[in-house]
């Protein structure tokens, strides 16, 4: 046959595997690479056929056809030598490459083409291929279960258009491989199932924010204040709303006491040392002033001895250490059901609707789907028993409002890998987490009796707040809680009563619960 004969040595059942190896790895790899230029859509479990399978599979069955031609070229070799074939057939030490025998200069010139067409193959699909583990799909989709919640909270988030690498990794060689190294590590884990469910935070050893946030955003331009009105609904029939209009001393205001601002934080070098790892509890903070002198700040309550100073670990604080969520968001409840009736997503004249969902919410839930079942019969029916003119007129209402409740649900909890809204706390602010508190609690004094202030003027100002319990026209200097609380306003930390357990719903007034009609 003249294949066969052409083919020489490679005509053996190795040799050939490799050759169908190599051939469908090759078709295939430009059949996916066609269709994601077509459809410009990136799949991850496709990008690991096109970039990493497929590739290994064509160089895999390259390797097979020599292997196998050596392999027969040896025994026929050996078989001549030990006088078991005719010396017609006797084969050289070595190859000989002739080129004016037909037979192998076909086989030079197909060999040659291969090996262009290989090298080129080969070429894109790496190149691809480090596109791919670059991108987004790579890191919050391909290890499905495990990154769902990191992923779908990215979605959801301000910095949903920044790439994962571009936090994770940033710029550098030095940060790539060991970004890599650690990515062996994490589908290790994956492929094995030993990844801790939640997975744990802070990231330990994460790249100061320094070398990646501070690309896009300059602390030392944030010199003003910034306001912000924050809208949220009372837990009762009507909803009511609320309003707080507030101004944000992100860089200061000029000519006060507190021109220096929450940013003061980053221009200024503060180490400190914390006796948790989740860094909530905080008893060491030192400072260093522009004079290089530093000023140490003790937990008077707890503080810690000068041994344990000595060899405990000093962080030096960055962005991260409030802003320790800034894209990985998962809002409470209450949160979500606010920011839906100002958008319009929930329709707000549904008689409680707030607490009917925070309340569905809230329970636990063994997975999605239960929790899709409880949501979709718990809303309508009760409408459908207390409110019966409700449930008939605004049907579509109750029916959108449902759907949107099932959707939080989605947002910020996941069952699977343990984790709900209140999982990773956030530090910015103080409503749901100690936040600004672990500093900043009139507990922290200096040698020279200097005391880290728990003014709340400090971060922020009132302008304006309007609720039920507020009369109409009232000018609002100082914040006024939902229910009167007294003195433990000042005293007890937002967080202490509203952290996860605690009462979700902002302004709910203890023991306060459905009327049932």
Same mark, same amino acid.
């Given at each position: 046959?003249?294949?066969?004969?052409?083919?020489?040595?490679?005509?053996?059942?190795?040799?050939?595997?490799?050759?169908?190896?190599?051939?469908?790895?090759?078709?295939?790899?430009?059949?996916? $690479?066609? /269709?994601?230029?077509?459809?410009?859509?990136?799949?991850?479990?496709?990008?690991?056929?096109?970039?990493?399978? &497929?590739?290994?599979?064509?160089?895999?069955?390259?390797?097979?056809?020599?292997?196998?031609?050596?392999?027969?070229?040896?025994?026929?070799?050996?078989?001549?030598?030990?006088?078991?074939?005719?010396?017609?057939?006797?084969?050289?030490?070595?190859?000989?490459?002739? +080129?004016?025998?037909?037979?192998?200069?076909?086989? &030079?010139?197909?060999?040659?083409?291969?090996?262009?067409?290989?090298?080129?193959?080969?070429?894109?699909?790496?190149?691809?291929?480090?596109?791919?583990?670059?991108?987004?799909?790579?890191?919050?989709? +391909?290890?499905?279960?495990?990154?769902?919640?990191?992923?779908?909270?990215?979605?959801?988030?301000?910095?949903?258009?920044?790439?994962?690498?571009?936090?994770?990794?940033?710029?550098?060689?030095?940060?790539?491989?060991?970004?890599?190294?650690?990515?062996?590590?994490?589908?290790?884990?994956?492929? &094995?199932?030993?990844?801790?469910?939640? @997975?744990?935070?802070?990231?330990?050893?994460?790249?100061?924010?320094?070398?990646?946030?501070?690309?896009?955003?300059?602390?030392?331009?944030?010199?003003?204040?910034?306001?912000?009105?924050?809208?949220?609904?009372?837990?009762?029939?009507?909803?009511?709303?609320?309003?707080?209009?507030?101004?944000?001393?992100?860089?200061?205001?000029?000519?006060?006491?507190?021109?220096?601002? @929450?940013?003061?934080?980053?221009?200024?070098?503060?180490? /400190? #040392?914390?006796? =948790?790892?989740?860094?909530?509890?905080?008893?060491?903070?030192?400072?260093?002033?522009?004079?290089?002198?530093?000023?140490?700040?003790?937990?008077?309550?707890?503080?810690?001895?000068?041994?344990?100073?000595?060899?405990?670990?000093?962080?030096?604080?960055?962005?991260?250490?409030?802003?320790?969520?800034?894209?990985? @968001?998962?809002?409470?409840?209450?949160?979500?059901? =606010?920011?839906?009736?100002?958008?319009?997503?929930?329709?707000?004249?549904?008689?409680?609707?707030?607490?009917?969902?925070?309340?569905?919410?809230?329970?636990?839930?063994?997975?999605?789907?239960?929790?899709?079942?409880?949501?979709?019969? !718990?809303?309508?029916?009760?409408?459908?028993?207390?409110?019966?003119?409700?449930?008939?007129?605004?049907?579509?209402?109750?029916?959108?409002?449902?759907?949107?409740?099932?959707? #939080?649900?989605?947002?910020? &909890?996941?069952?699977?890998?343990?984790?709900?809204?209140?999982?990773?706390?956030?530090?910015?602010?103080?409503? /749901?987490?100690?936040?600004?508190?672990?500093?900043?609690?009139?507990?922290?004094?200096?040698?020279?009796?200097?005391?880290?202030?728990?003014?709340?003027?400090?971060?922020?100002?009132? $302008?304006?707040?309007?609720?039920?319990?507020?009369?109409?026209?009232?000018?609002?200097?100082?914040?006024?809680?939902?229910? =009167?609380?007294?003195?433990? $306003? /000042?005293?007890?930390?937002?967080? =202490?009563?509203?952290?996860? !357990?605690?009462?979700?719903?902002?302004?709910?007034?203890?023991?306060?619960?459905?009327?049932?009609?």
């Amino acid at each position: 046959m003249a294949i066969r004969k052409t083919a020489g040595y490679a005509w053996n059942i190795i040799s050939l595997i490799g050759m169908i190896l190599a051939v469908t790895a090759t078709c295939a790899i430009i059949v996916f $690479l066609s /269709y994601e230029a077509i459809t410009g859509v990136e799949k991850p479990y496709l990008g690991l056929l096109t970039y990493f399978l &497929f590739p290994g599979m064509l160089i895999f069955g390259l390797i097979l056809v020599p292997i196998g031609a050596w392999r027969v070229r040896n025994q026929r070799r050996k078989a001549v030598i030990e006088g078991m074939a005719s010396l017609d057939e006797e084969i050289p030490q070595y190859p000989r490459l002739d +080129l004016n025998e037909p037979s192998r200069r076909h086989l &030079f010139i197909f060999f040659i083409v291969a090996s262009i067409v290989f090298v080129l193959i080969v070429s894109i699909a790496s190149l691809k291929g480090f596109e791919f583990t670059e991108s987004t799909s790579f890191c919050g989709e +391909l290890c499905h279960t495990v990154m769902e919640p990191e992923h779908t909270a990215w979605s959801n988030s301000p910095h949903a258009k920044v790439k994962c690498v571009e936090c994770h990794v940033g710029p550098g060689a030095a940060w790539y491989v060991k970004a890599k190294i650690s990515g062996m590590r994490q589908l290790f884990a994956v492929a &094995f199932h030993t990844y801790p469910a939640p @997975i744990e935070t802070p990231i330990e050893n994460l790249r100061p924010a320094r070398d990646t946030c501070e690309h896009c955003h300059w602390p030392e331009k944030f010199y003003s204040g910034r306001q912000k009105v924050f809208y949220h609904y009372a837990p009762n029939e009507t909803n009511m709303p609320r309003e707080i209009n507030m101004l944000i001393n992100i860089g200061g205001t000029p000519k006060t006491p507190h021109a220096k601002g @929450i940013h003061w934080h980053i221009g200024t070098e503060v180490n /400190y #040392i914390a006796r =948790d790892k989740k860094r909530f509890d905080i008893p060491y903070i030192a400072v260093m002033g522009k004079d290089g002198k530093i000023t140490e700040f003790m937990d008077t309550e707890k503080p810690l001895t000068k041994d344990e100073i000595a060899k405990g670990e000093k962080r030096r604080m960055d962005c991260t250490d409030c802003h320790n969520r800034p894209t990985h @968001i998962y809002r409470s409840p209450s949160q979500e059901m =606010d920011e839906n009736f100002v958008s319009g997503h929930i329709d707000q004249s549904l008689p409680y609707i707030k607490k009917i969902a925070v309340e569905l919410l809230s329970k636990p839930y063994k997975t999605s789907s239960e929790a899709m079942t409880s949501i979709s019969k !718990g809303i309508p029916e009760y409408y459908e028993k207390n409110y019966p003119a409700v449930a008939k007129g605004k049907a579509a209402a109750v029916k959108k409002a449902t759907v949107e409740v099932q959707e #939080i649900y989605n947002r910020n &909890f996941f069952p699977a890998m343990k984790v709900s809204w209140s999982t990773y706390p956030n530090n910015i602010g103080h409503f /749901y987490a100690p936040g600004c508190f672990r500093c900043h609690d009139g507990k922290h004094k200096s040698a020279e009796g200097r005391i880290i202030s728990k003014d709340c003027n400090l971060c922020h100002t009132v $302008l304006g707040q309007k609720q039920e319990n507020i009369p109409a026209g009232t000018q609002v200097k100082e914040f006024v809680h939902p229910v =009167d609380i007294g003195d433990e $306003l /000042y005293k007890t930390n937002c967080s =202490d009563c509203h952290m996860a !357990g605690g009462h979700d719903v902002t302004g709910e007034g203890a023991g306060e619960s459905i009327p049932k009609h």
